[in-house]
């Protein structure tokens, strides 16, 4: 999965574009991001085929467009969080 670099004042470094590129159409589409969309990152995470630290960039990038969302995206991060400091 290609990972890019982005400069933005946002807090953050690196950006899953399949998944951002997905929350952006889905966003557009229904106005809220579906639960297969974080259950296949989530997956992606667990079988390493991305960082926890993407997942959670990622996520903090959705949260900069999916305002009406953000508590959801919050409870992501905080999950991805606790897993990173897991494996630290």
Known sequence: ???????????????????????????KQIHCLTNDLLF???????FKD??????IDTLKA????AKDITPDLNKEIEYYTKLL????
């Open 85 to 88: 400091g897991k494996q630290s």
């Open 1 to 27: 999965m290609r990972v890019n670099s982005i400069n933005s004042n946002v807090n953050f470094q690196t950006v899953n574009q399949k998944y951002l590129q997905r929350a952006q159409k889905e966003y």
């Open 62 to 65: 959705i949260k900069a467009f």
């Open 50 to 55: 991305i960082p926890i630290q993407d997942a």
């Open 40 to 46: 296949c990152m989530e997956t992606d995470v667990m």
